[in-house]
């Protein structure tokens, strides 16, 4: 059974920072590309940070390009987004996410999602 377990969020004022982390359990984690997603109520998901299974290539939304980061430790089955320089809009619900499609950011070429955890960024 596969399971995804995000954690690391929580209220933060803006102009913060907060590291968000995934760890996997039930499948090859070095074998999967790794993406976070967020969610507000309302709207569909979007795709935030992607990196591939070596860590060779990542890839961000525009809206965060400079301020998030994300990394993996393939040893311990974790990927993380660092996230600096929070603003009021990046509240959200941010979900980790597992794809066997390099340079994946569409919700339909992930394979399996975690829970979700929330970020709240204050003004």
């Known amino acids: 059974q596969v399971q995804l377990v995000e954690s690391g969020g929580g209220l933060v004022q803006a102009g913060g920072s907060l590291r968000l982390s995934c760890t996997a359990s039930g499948l090859t984690f070095s074998g999967y590309n790794m993406g976070w997603f967020r969610q507000v109520p309302g709207k569909e998901r979007e795709f935030v940070a992607h990196i591939t299974w070596s860590s060779i290539t990542t890839n961000y939304a525009d809206s965060v390009k400079g301020r998030f980061t994300i990394s993996r430790d393939n040893a311990k089955n974790t990927v993380f987004l660092q996230m600096n320089n929070l603003k009021p809009e990046d509240t959200a619900v941010y979900y980790c996410?597992?794809?066997?499609?390099?340079?994946?950011?569409?919700?339909?070429?992930?394979?399996?999602w975690g829970q979700g955890t929330q970020v709240t960024v204050s003004s």
């Open positions: 996410a597992a794809s066997q499609i390099r340079f994946a950011k569409i919700v339909s070429q992930y394979n399996y």
